[in-house]
T-cell receptor, first 113, second 112 residues
Framework: QQQVKQSPQSLIVQKGGIPIINCAYE??????FPWYQQFPGKGPALLIA?????SEKKEGRFTISFNKSAKQFSLHIMDSQPGDSATYFC????????????FGQGTTLQVKP | DTAVSQTPKYLVTQMGNDKSIKCEQN?????MYWYKQDSKKFLKIMFS???????INETVPNRFSPKSPDKAHLNLHINSLELGDSAVYFC???????????FGPGTRLTVT
């Protein structure tokens, strides 16, 4: 019940394309869903996050779509750039006391020039 | 100024040795974490401390022992290192609630 399943494992798009990364969760107690971006040799950094009271959140070129009934959420990257090439992790959390994050398996994105 | 720092950046050691990784945050956060990232990049929570109190203790071999001397520091000591302990270990901190976690640069541990 703690799992967050993420797909695809890897993704290659051309510059300007719109990569979409999908996640599904099982724990209905989750109420915070962040996306983290990780560049090689660096620690993950928060990209964007959503709570289940909204169905979409947009920050710059990054958009999260959230479907509470299906227990799924996805990240869309508009007008993708080579600098977006990184590994992306979705996560879920249901504990404001501990902030415990359950991460998805990660998606390695390559944006070709 | 680095928000969350870890030392060392790289650690190469032999099986059976004992080693420590140190973490410091200058963000004034109350909660700190240790994560393990395996060779497939999977990130898994190991431990968390809030104001020097252990609040998360996942199913981790008891060879791993976290210690928090104060709320700005969280160290990880590993006894009797095994090949399977080879991974990147990340420290992170959080202010409170369901807020952003700030990750350190990671420590790549290689056990030979």
């Amino acid at each position: 019940q703690q799992q967050v399943k993420q797909s695809p494992q890897s993704l290659i798009v051309q510059k300007g394309g719109i990569p979409i990364i999908n996640c599904a969760y099982e724990n209905t107690a989750f109420d915070y869903f962040p996306w983290y971006q990780q560049f090689p040799g660096k620690g993950p950094a928060l990209l964007i996050a959503i709570r289940p009271d909204v169905s979409e959140k947009k920050e710059g070129r990054f958009t999260i779509s959230f479907n509470k009934s299906a227990k799924q959420f996805s990240l869309h990257i508009m007008d993708s750039q080579p600098g977006d090439s990184a590994t992306y992790f979705c996560a879920g959390s249901g504990s404001s006391n501990t902030g415990k994050l359950i991460f998805g398996q990660g998606t390695t994105l390559q944006v070709k020039p | 100024d680095t928000a969350v720092s870890q030392t060392p950046k790289y650690l190469v050691t032999q099986m059976g040795n004992d080693k420590s990784i140190k973490c410091e945050q200058n963000l004034g956060h109350d909660t700190m974490y240790w994560y393990k990232q395996d060779s497939k990049k999977f990130l898994k929570i190991m431990f968390s401390y809030n104001n020097k109190e252990l609040i998360i203790n996942e199913t981790v071999p008891n060879r791993f022992s976290p210690k928090s001397p104060d709320k700005a520091h969280l160290n990880l000591h590993i006894n009797s290192l095994e090949l399977g302990d080879s991974a990147v270990y990340f420290c992170a901190s959080r202010d409170g609630g369901l807020g952003e976690q700030y990750f350190g640069p990671g420590t790549r541990l290689t056990v030979t």
